[in-house]
Nanobody, 123 residues
């Protein structure tokens, strides 16, 4: 059974930084693009960022450009999301997900999902 396991997150004041990490089990990590999504209460799920299988290309939602950085290490099967200059509106449950195609517009297309990790940014 494929597993996607997340770590990181927590609570921080506005302007602070957090790092999320993700790894996969029982799947060939570098066969997949990896995406980050978030879901805040009373809002629709939002694509945050994705990175192609090789790491050569990355994509970001307009709301996080210049503040968030996605990276991956295929040798270690790890995916990271470094979040800087956090804002209260970044508060949400964050999920990483795996799919052959890097596209944050269609979260339902992603094959495998992590368990989610809470990020809370206080003003």
């Amino acid at each position: 059974q494929v597993k996607v396991v997340q770590s990181g997150g927590g609570q921080v004041q506005a302007g602070g930084s957090l790092k999320l990490s993700c790894t996969t089990f029982r799947v060939t990590f570098d066969d997949y693009a990896m995406g980050w999504f978030r879901h805040a209460p009373d809002k629709e799920r939002e694509g945050v960022s994705c990175i192609t299988w090789s790491g050569a290309s990355t994509y970001y939602a307009a709301s996080v450009v210049g503040r968030f950085t996605v990276s991956r290490d295929n040798a270690k099967n790890t995916l990271d999301l470094q979040m800087n200059s956090l804002k209260p509106e970044d508060t949400a449950m964050y999920y990483c997900a795996a799919d052959p195609i890097c596209d944050i517009k269609f979260p339902s297309a992603y094959d495998y999902w992590g368990q989610g990790t809470q990020v809370t940014v206080s003003s």
